[in-house]
């Protein structure tokens, strides 16, 4: 576990939302800001968000062959990684954090309960399943769960806002590319369109909120191309309201189980 804090193909419109314009506008998603836990002069349209990228799964831990085998289909954590959780649990109770959004996948689902378990078990701070939130689909470790297995297995998670049962990403990018078998590349990540869409509706769904403080549970490669990208398309998503915050989310990539903070700010107040 490590934690910093700086100082200083769309899927289909969830039930209740509005549908994501197919002419995403250029302008950026979001600005981040600097974030001190003592911070009060945060805008009122702004959020505070916490990015925690999930704990040590075991595709983390399988050569580049065999993650992407289906031995780690919606891989789950190891034991180093469900320890990761804890420990990064020591630092997030004092948060104030009042929604946790996370990625449909297994290993994020159990990295929220596991690094949030006092929002968990209150069942008073709202966990949100959101599919604009998942990994990049490129392997079998990408495509996730039924949405009925999921809801089982974590109750107290809202899976509203997820539509189908099964995976329609995973089987936009199969039918494109072939099975697993015949394609072993690259899927997702080397669509900057469907990347570009799914980041801006990643980003209404937290400016959506009610909630000032949200924790965001996603995964390396769905911050890379936010944070650190390098399509062109996907240039300047993100704004940057000071050096110390581009440092700190743009410099490494997410480790297991780390989590970054920062102010956000819409658009609209953004100045932008």
């Known amino acids: 576990m490590s934690m910093k804090s700086s100082c200083g193909l769309v ?5 209740g939302r509005a549908a994501v ?9 979001a600005r981040l800001l600097s974030y ?3 911070h009060r002069a945060v805008k009122s349209s702004a959020k505070i968000v916490h990015f925690v990228r999930h704990a040590e799964g075991t595709h983390n831990l399988a050569g580049a062959s065999e993650s992407k085998l289906p031995l780690h289909h919606d891989a789950r954590l190891t034991v180093k990684g469900r320890e990761q959780c804890h420990d990064l649990s020591i630092s997030t109770r004092n948060l104030g954090v009042e929604c946790v ?4 996948m297994s290993r994020c689902l159990e990295t929220a309960k596991l690094s949030f378990p006092h ?6 701070v709202p966990f949100v399943a959101d599919e604009n939130w998942r990994e990049t689909v490129n392997y079998l470790c990408d495509s996730r769960q039924r949405r009925t297995v999921l809801k089982g297995e974590y109750p107290s998670v809202d899976f509203n806002f997820i539509d189908h049962d099964d995976d329609p990403l995973w089987n936009h990018y199969e039918d494109k590319f072939g099975c697993y078998k ?20 990643a980003w209404q769904s937290i400016f959506e909120r009610s ?3 949200i924790a965001v549970v996603s995964h390396s490669a769905f911050f890379l191309h936010q944070f650190q990208p390098y399509h062109q398309r996907l240039q300047n998503l993100i704004e940057y309201g000071d050096q110390d915050v581009h440092s700190l989310m743009t410099t490494e990539r997410f480790g297991n189980c780390e989590m970054r903070s920062a102010v956000a700010e819409p658009l609209d107040s953004a100045g932008g």
Do not use: G, M, W
């Open 211 to 213: 909630e000032k403080n």
């Open 101 to 104: 959004i996370v990625s449909p």
């Open 11 to 15: 899927v289909a419109a969830p039930t």
């Open 21 to 29: 314009s197919l002419e995403c506008s250029a302008s950026p998603a």
């Open 182 to 201: 015949t394609h072993t590349r690259l899927r997702e990540s080397n669509d900057p369109e469907s990347l570009f869409k799914r980041i801006r509706s």
């Open 119 to 124: 929002c968990y078990e209150s069942q008073e």
């Open 36 to 38: 001190r836990p003592d």
